[in-house]
């Protein structure tokens, strides 16, 4: 099945500071999302991006389907973007998301 | 997008007791799934619940350990049935389409004492 890796796992940075997650799929993908889990273990979507670059705020994401890999940016991080980040990815239509390990970002003020 | 009630939010439950989560979506969805989420670990999916027939159940998860209903397009429940301090985790509702964007549950945090 399909494989799907994050790097870094950890991330510590000061506030105000910029970072780049990347995640990696080992197949052609229909969808891939990208999650922030917050301290209370709720997910909560960032983007789905089988695809191309969407912006939103101080966050934004590329997809390379091609290439298959999916990056993830933060601008001007803020101490309230500490938490687990989350890239998840389908292979058919079924609906299955298959998740990343997960990069911990820490935001320092 | 769809908007999903999951609750409880949390639970502390004694060993060998079961806990039913109940799962309310806002708008009928064909496909529903159940996620489990082990302290400081991913997510990994425990199966997809299909109205109006059994659950279909990932490798290592077993309909008598995580009965799961749904009874029509909108709702499903996932039982943890007797629980061991090993079944502490985040379990999460899903629902979504491989081609349209994925919406959970805010989780179930429980832990088994």
């Known amino acids: 099945g399909i494989q799907v890796e994050q790097s870094p796992p950890d991330l510590i940075l000061q506030e105000g500071a910029n970072s780049t997650l990347r995640c990696n799929f080992s197949d052609s993908v229909n969808n891939l999302q990208w999650f922030h889990q917050n301290p209370w273990g709720q997910l909560i979507n960032l983007f789905y991006?089988?695809?191309g670059t969407k912006q939103n705020g101080r966050l934004s994401a590329t997809t390379v389907a091609t290439e298959r890999y999916s990056l993830l940016y933060i601008s001007s991080s803020q101490t309230t973007d500490s938490g687990v980040y989350f890239c998840?990815?389908?292979?058919?239509?079924?609906?299955?998301?298959?998740f990343g390990q997960g990069t911990t970002l820490q935001v320092k003020p | 997008s769809a908007v999903i009630s999951q609750k409880p939010s949390r639970d502390i439950c004694q060993r060998g007791t079961s806990l039913t989560i109940q799962c309310q979506v806002d708008?009928?969805?064909?496909?529903m799934f159940w996620y489990r989420q082990q302290p400081g670990q991913s997510l990994t999916l425990i199966a997809t619940?299909?109205?109006?027939?059994?659950?279909?159940?990932e490798s290592g998860f077993v309909i008598d350990k995580f009965p799961i209903s749904r009874p029509n397009l909108t709702f499903s429940t996932l039982t943890v049935s007797n629980m061991s301090p090993e079944d502490s985790s985040i379990y999460l509702c899903?629902?979504?389409?491989?081609?349209?964007?994925?919406?959970f549950g805010q989780g179930t945090r429980l832990t088994v004492v």
């Open positions: 991006i089988p695809s």
């Open positions: 708008s009928q969805v064909t496909m």
């Open positions: 998840a990815a389908t292979l058919s239509n079924t609906g299955k998301l298959i």
């Open positions: 899903s629902v979504g389409m491989g081609t349209t964007e994925a919406f």
């Open positions: 619940a299909n109205q109006g027939s059994e659950a279909t159940y």
